[in-house]
T-cell receptor
């Protein structure tokens, strides 16, 4: 247990559905991240939040919409996804966005789009 | 842009033996941080070891050590006295001190430990 909890662990959704992924950290960190992990590919950073403000958005399609209501919670709202969006979505947090700080990861949500 | 390359998609090691996982990276920065993360079947990424580029001394954490060659942009991970619990995906990651906030990951190396 690293203090970063993601729910749900597994999610199957149709292309017309709307769903949300939730991430919660109990570590008092100020930065939170969403990563996408696909088979045979490196982890791809999607969004970075620092002190509840989005500081990085890596050209992610608008069908993915992040929300950070406070420094402990991060959501990823999903709508009209495509089958190629099926992947493991990892949330992480760190004390801040500085280089040396370690990122702590959740166990991920395995998303399948049908 | 920074890139991280792990040239070994899969490796195996006999229990109690030593194995080295390779990682190279490309960057124009002089100061940065390098990490090795482990992802077991439970999927939770766990930090194994961290190296600061301005430190010449190689980082060590118990059975895990790195061989950091800054000029060659190489950052290999050595696991000594391998244990069954070491079986996992291992990811090398880079993080700069300016510009982007992201960790840039390699594609990973799947390590199997043979009893």
């Amino acid at each position: 247990e690293t203090g970063v909890t993601q729910t749900p662990r597994h999610l199957v959704m149709g292309m017309t559905n709307k769903k949300s992924l939730k991430c919660e950290q109990h570590l008092g960190h100020n930065a939170m991240y969403w990563y996408k992990q696909s088979a045979k590919k490196p982890l791809e950073l999607m969004f970075v939040y620092s002190l509840e403000e989005r500081v990085e958005n890596n050209s992610v399609p608008s069908r993915f919409s992040p929300e950070c209501p406070n420094s402990s919670h991060l959501f990823l709202h999903l709508h009209t996804l495509q089958p190629e969006d099926s992947a493991l979505y990892l949330c992480a947090s760190s004390q801040d966005v500085q280089g040396r700080t370690e990122a702590f990861f959740g166990q991920g949500t395995r998303l399948t789009v049908v | 842009a920074q890139t991280v390359t792990q040239s070994q998609p899969e490796m195996s090691v006999q229990e109690a033996e030593t194995v080295t996982l390779s990682c190279t990276y490309d960057t124009s920065e002089s100061d940065y941080y390098l990490f090795w993360y482990k992802q077991p079947p439970s999927r939770q990424m766990i930090l194994v070891i961290r190296q600061e580029a301005y430190k010449q001394q190689n980082a060590t954490e118990n059975r895990f050590s790195v061989n950091f060659q800054k000029a060659a942009k190489s950052f290999s991970l050595k696991i000594s006295d391998s244990q069954l619990g070491d079986a996992a995906m291992y990811f090398c990651a880079y993080r700069g001190v300016t510009g982007s906030y992201q960790l840039t990951f390699g594609k990973g190396t799947k390590l199997s430990v043979i009893p």
